[in-house]
């Protein structure tokens, strides 16, 4: 079965502080696809990256970075230079192209950022 | 336009009341979800319609009825609820899915109803 696990339950930092959100995922799939959402406060859930299986290159979007590694099943998420307004619920989704249905998100990490 | 909308943003129903849900897509989507999700817990998966049709339904209680009028819209009907549903209910679209089913696209999601069932 499909499983995600998001070991961090809450980190708090410091504004400008980077933050790493950790993200290990299970599957007997070969082909997949894993996620990143944000939750803000107002509920809304905010697609932040997308990544198949077989693309293991990391990825850099202003602040944010991915670290996928296949190795260890891991998806890692990393916030450089904090911001307040980064405070929110951060799920990680693992999505199974032949053996499973749907998403299945992991349980979700509390960022706050403290100014 | 990624834009997924859902309204109301709030509802309080009573326990005999019927209420619905409504969910509205533009992007051309052809799989449409709908979410429960309780507080500091992640969204867990009740409905998926593909191409207008339901294609997976979670084992949810039939108090929950989902309608798919057409592609671009998904309503939820509800009915004697009880407190215990009480949650935020969210509402995603994707293409309908590399292998042909849902799921594996990336899924845009409205901003919820949050729904209080006295």
């Known amino acids: 079965a499909q499983k995600v696990t998001q070991a961090q339950t809450e980190i708090s930092v410091v504004e400008k502080e980077d933050v790493t959100l950790d993200c290990v995922y299970e599957?007997?799939?070969?082909?997949?696809?894993l996620f990143w959402y944000k939750q803000p406060p107002s509920g809304e859930l905010v697609f932040l990256i997308r990544r198949n299986s077989f693309d293991e290159q990391n990825e850099i979007s202003g602040r944010y970075s991915w670290n996928f590694q296949k190795s260890t099943s891991s998806f890692n998420f990393t916030i450089t230079a904090s911001q307040v307004v980064d405070s929110a619920v951060y799920f990680c989704?693992?999505?199974?192209?032949?053996?499973?249905?749907?998403?299945?998100f992991g349980p979700g990490t509390r960022l706050s950022v403290l100014p | 336009d990624t834009e997924v909308t859902q309204t109301p943003k709030h509802l309080v129903m009573g326990m005999t009341n019927k209420k619905s849900l409504k969910c509205e897509q533009h992007m051309g989507h052809r799989a449409m979800y709908w979410y429960k999700q309780k507080a500091k817990k992640p969204p867990e998966l009740m409905f998926v319609y593909s191409y207008e049709k339901l294609s997976i339904n979670e084992s949810v209680p039939s108090r929950f009825s989902p309608e798919c009028p057409n592609s671009s819209l998904l309503n939820l009907h509800l009915h004697a609820l009880q407190p215990e549903d009480s949650a935020l209910y969210l509402c995603?679209?994707?293409?309908?899915?590399?292998?042909?089913?849902?799921?594996?696209?990336?899924?845009?999601f409205g901003p919820g109803t949050r729904l209080t069932v006295l």
């Open positions: 995603a679209s994707s293409q309908a899915g590399t292998s042909g089913r849902a799921g594996t696209d990336t899924q845009y």
């Open positions: 989704a693992l999505s199974e192209v032949i053996y499973g249905q749907n998403f299945v």
């Open positions: 599957t007997r799939d070969t082909t997949y696809y």
